[in-house]
């Protein structure tokens, strides 16, 4: 190579592999020479990764082919991204290897989908979870569906059969009671929910009490002494001779017994009624009818006040019982 100064050396542009360059070996002390393949194969070799050192620019890392691995080696040594949020040096993931890999992320994750073990969850599932405020325990009910549970509930209200398909599409008369109709099926009944209500507190049948509230059917006729049964109702027969009937010993309040002037001879004969202990309207005597034509009945209320006398037929003198 021809002598030359350094200052009017030109620029090497397109250096050729046996292109030769003067480097000063400093453990030697001696000036060497290196061609630019050698050159190229020493800064081409690879660095150490803890070799490099902190830059001041921004840093790409590409391949035109090929993956790109970062491969923390040792065991359960964690891969770390880390960054400065404003002027605070952060832990932006974490992946644990101890836990496979496990990522700990330290702020929210963008996306538009996840895949959970066979799983695949998009951007409108989730959206449905948004501000959803479901319990553990009302969660839960969802455990052991197996299909879409609208479709269900859907296919249940379908297939009602039986009394209940009157009712499957169509709307009741409002405040009224329901009924089984001719056909079996669920019907309204001309019945309110008011008249419904005025049943409301009663102790037995109603038809019974009404009849034991009816007008008086006599059933017994009599023509001599008689102990009376609650609830007997006397024809008393005095054209052969005065007689008496007894009321019962032991009687309950609202017991009744009715007698009644059947010959009209009770002015001539006249019907004791015998007490039997019992006080009549409150006194200690027996009652005697003296006026024909006469019909009473007799309500026991309490010991106090006794029998308590209920006037049934005309033509009657109170003041003369």
């Known amino acids: 190579m021809a002598d030359s100064k350094i200052s009017e050396l030109s620029a090497l542009t397109s250096p050729a592999n046996d292109d030769e360059f003067v480097v000063v070996d400093t453990d030697a002390g001696v000036t060497k020479r290196i061609t630019f393949s050698n050159l190229n194969s020493s800064i081409s070799a690879s660095v150490a990764a803890d070799d490099i050192a902190t830059g001041d620019a921004a840093v790409t890392i590409a391949t035109s082919s090929g993956n790109i691995t970062i491969d923390a080696q040792a065991g359960d040594t964690d891969i770390i991204f880390k960054g400065t949020d404003s002027s605070s040096d952060i832990t932006a993931l974490t992946l644990d290897m101890s836990e496979a890999g496990a990522a700990a992320f330290n702020s929210t994750v963008t996306a538009t989908g996840f895949i959970i073990g066979s799983a695949s969850i998009d951007e409108t599932e989730l959206e449905i979870l948004d501000g959803a405020t479901l319990s553990t325990t009302e969660l839960n009910y969802v455990d052991g569906v197996t299909s ?11 297939t009602i059969t039986g009394s209940a398909t009157t009712i499957d599409t169509e709307s009741l008369t409002a405040s009224r009671a329901v009924i089984s109709n001719g056909s079996q099926k669920i019907a309204v009944s001309a019945t309110t929910d008011t008249e419904l209500g005025y049943v409301s507190g009663v102790t037995s049948a109603i038809q019974t009490q009404l009849n034991t509230k009816a007008h008086i059917n006599y059933n017994l006729t009599k023509t001599a002494n008689y102990t009376a049964v609650a609830g007997d109702k006397i024809l ?39 007490r039997n202990s019992k006080k009549i309207q409150g ?12 019909g009473i009945g007799l309500v026991f209320y309490n010991d106090t006040y006794g029998w308590r006398v209920l006037v049934d037929a005309y033509d009657v003198d109170v003041t003369e019982l």
Do not use: M, R, Y
Not at 283 to 294: E, G, R
């Open 148 to 158: 879409a549970i609208q479709t269900q509930l859907d296919a249940k209200q379908a």
């Open 236 to 274: 008393c027969d005095t054209s052969g001779g005065a007689f008496t009937i007894t009321l019962p010993a032991s009687p309950s309040a609202g017991d009744e017994v009715h007698v009644l002037d059947a010959t009209a001879s009770f002015d001539s004969n006249n019907l004791t009624v015998g």
């Open 283 to 294: 006194a200690t005597a027996d009652l005697t009818i003296t006026t024909q034509n006469t």
